[in-house]
C-alpha cells in the first residue's frame, strides 16, 4: 500500500469518526419534553397548581406556567394528575442475581454488590410500574461488616454499567443482632458455629476490624510520607482487600448503613463510630430508633424504616408506627424503605401512613420516599425532589400519590420514559395474541390432545460425529 493510499485511508476514517461525533451530540440527545397543567408536589418548594416542566437533555429545565418548547419536543398534557418525584428506596435487595449474603466469614467487605446486578430482573419494571426510580442495593444482614452497597436509577434493561449513579458516595453494609449472631443457623454435622454468636461479640468484631483498618492506614500513611521525602527504599505495605473499604470508612469517603432493630445496640453502634471518629450515615430498620431519637440526632444518622411492618421476629416486636413522626420532631433525616420486591411497589402509600400517625405534613411525609432518601444517599444534588437543574426522575399519577386509588401512569429517569401504563396495556394484549398464535402451532403436543407428529428437520444437521464418519477430524 503506498503512501497516497493510506492518507486517503486516514482521511476517510477521520470523517466518518467526525459524523459518528456530529450523529451522536445532536440525534443522540434525550428529546425535550413538556408536561403541561399537572399538579406538582415538589418535595422542596411545595405544591405547585396548573404547572407546567420543561424537560431539556434529561434535565428539569424549567417549572412556571404557559412554559413553551421546540416543534420537536414531547407535548405531555398532565391536566387533572398530579407530578411527584421519582420514589427512591434506601434499602433494596432487588435486581441481584444469585445470594445476596456471603455468610462465611464474619467481614466480608471485600464483595461488592455491584458485581451481581441484573437489569433484566422483572422487580425492576415492577418498581417502574410503582413511580420507583432509585434504590439502594444492599449486602444481606449475615454479617457485623457485610458487602460494598451500590446506588441504581431503574433503567430496566439498559446495560449494566448505564444503573450506578457516578456521583453516588460509596456505602457499605453493617448489621447487629440476631442475623450476624446466626441466631437460627444450625450447623452442619462436622462444621462449627461461625464466631460471633452473641450481641457482645458482633459488637467486638465490629471494633476489630476498625483496630486493625487504623493500623493499615497507619502503615500506608508512613509509606506515603516516606515516598515524599524522596525514599527510593520504602516498600508498600501489602494491599488488603479486606481493610481497604474500611479505610475509607475513617476517611469519611464511604457510608455505613447498618441493619438493626433494638435501640441498645444502635447506641452501642453510634458510640463506636464515635470512638474512631466517623458517622454512621443510615440505621436501617429501626424499629425501636423512637426510643433513642435525640441521641441518633447529635449523632448525625439518618433512619431508613419501616411505615408499620412489625413482629415478624423478636426483634421487631416494639415497633410503632409513631416512629417516624417521632424521629422527624427530633430532627432526624428519616426515610421508608422496602426491603422487599413486592412492598417497593407501594412506597407512596406507606408515606402516606406516616401523615396518619403523628400528623406529619403531606411534603415531610412525601419527602420520606423522595428527597429523604437521596440526603441518606448522597445524591440529593442531582435527584430527590422536582427543581430546576436536578435529574428528571419523575412520575405522573392518575390522581395524589397518597390514594389508594391513584395509579403510576408514567415513570421517566432523566427524561426517559422507563414505564408508560398505556404502553404496557397495549404490549400486554400483544403478547396475548402471540401466546395463542404459538399454542395454535404446538407441533409437540401429544396427538390425543389436539397435536399432529412431529415435524421432520428439513436437512440433516451436521455434527462431529457426521465428520468421524466421513473420516474428518
Known amino acids: ?5 493510506t492518507m486517503k485511508k486516514g482521511f476517510l476514517v477521520t470523517i466518518i469518526f467526525c459524523l459518528f461525533v456530529f450523529t451522536v451530540s445532536v440525534f443522540g440527545q434525550t428529546q425535550d419534553v413538556l408536561i403541561k397543567n399537572a399538579t406538582i408536589l415538589t418535595a422542596a418548594n411545595g405544591t405547585l397548581l396548573n404547572t407546567d416542566i420543561l424537560i431539556q437533555n434529561g434535565k428539569i429545565a424549567k417549572i412556571g406556567k404557559n412554559l413553551t418548547a421546540s416543534s420537536n419536543a414531547k407535548v405531555i398534557d398532565a391536566t387533572g394528575k398530579f407530578i411527584s418525584p421519582g420514589i427512591i ?5 432487588s435486581m441481584m442475581d444469585g445470594s445476596i449474603n456471603e455468610g462465611s466469614f464474619s467481614v466480608t467487605s471485600m464483595t461488592r454488590t455491584r458485581d451481581i446486578i441484573n437489569s433484566t430482573d422483572i422487580t425492576l419494571y415492577r418498581a417502574l410500574a410503582g413511580g420507583v426510580t432509585g434504590l439502594n442495593l444492599l449486602h444481606g444482614s449475615a454479617n457485623a461488616i457485610g458487602g460494598q452497597n451500590t446506588v441504581v436509577k431503574a433503567k430496566y434493561g439498559k446495560p449494566i454499567e448505564e444503573l450506578p449513579i457516578p456521583d453516588a458516595p460509596p456505602g457499605i453494609k453493617f448489621a447487629l443482632g440476631e442475623n450476624p449472631k446466626r441466631s437460627h443457623f444450625t450447623p452442619q454435622p462436622g462444621q462449627s458455629r461461625r464466631y460471633p454468636a452473641s450481641r457482645m461479640g458482633v459488637n467486638e468484631v465490629i471494633r476489630d476490624a476498625f483496630v486493625r483498618a487504623r493500623d493499615y492506614k497507619a502503615e500506608w500513611d508512613e509509606y506515603k510520607a516516606k515516598v515524599a521525602k524522596g525514599d527510593k527504599t520504602a516498600v508498600p505495605p501489602r494491599k488488603d482487600l479486606e481493610l481497604e473499604p474500611i479505610v475509607e470508612i475513617l476517611e469519611g469517603k464511604r457510608y455505613v448503613h447498618s441493619h438493626g432493630y433494638r435501640a441498645e445496640e444502635y447506641l452501642a453502634l453510634l458510640q463506636l463510630a464515635e470512638e474512631f471518629g466517623f458517622r454512621v450515615r443510615t ?11 435525640p441521641e441518633i440526632a447529635k449523632h448525625g444518622a439518618g433512619v431508613s424504616i419501616f411505615a408499620d411492618y412489625w413482629g415478624y421476629k423478636i426483634e421487631a416486636w416494639d415497633a410503632i408506627p409513631y416512629n417516624a413522626a417521632i424521629l422527624w420532631k427530633n430532627g432526624v433525616v428519616v426515610s421508608i424503605n422496602s426491603d422487599d420486591d413486592e412492598r417497593m411497589r407501594r412506597l407512596n402509600l406507606d408515606a402516606a401512613k406516616i401523615m396518619k400517625y403523628g400528623d406529619v405534613p403531606e411534603e415531610e411525609a412525601l419527602k420520606m420516599v423522595t428527597l429523604n432518601p437521596a440526603k441518606q444517599l448522597g445524591i440529593d444534588k442531582r435527584t430527590g425532589s422536582i427543581e430546576v437543574g436536578k435529574d428528571a426522575d419523575i412520575v405522573i399519577w392518575t390522581a395524589h400519590p397518597f390514594s389508594v386509588y391513584s395509579r403510576v401512569e408514567t415513570t421517566m429517569i432523566e427524561g426517559e420514559v422507563y414505564f408508560d401504563r398505556s404502553t404496557d396495556a397495549a404490549k400486554r394484549q400483544a403478547m396475548e395474541k402471540e401466546r395463542q398464535e404459538l399454542e395454535k402451532a404446538d407441533v409437540n403436543r401429544a396427538p390425543g390432545t389436539g397435536g399432529g407428529p412431529p415435524r421432520v428437520p428439513s436437512e440433516k ?13
Open 89 to 93: 428506596d434506601c434499602h433494596s435487595h
Open 1 to 5: 500500500m503506498n503512501r497516497s493510499t
Open 461 to 473: 444437521r451436521k455434527s462431529d460425529h457426521d465428520d468421524a464418519e466421513k473420516g474428518g477430524n
Open 283 to 293: 440505621l436501617q430498620h429501626g424499629l425501636e430508633a423512637y426510643k433513642i431519637a
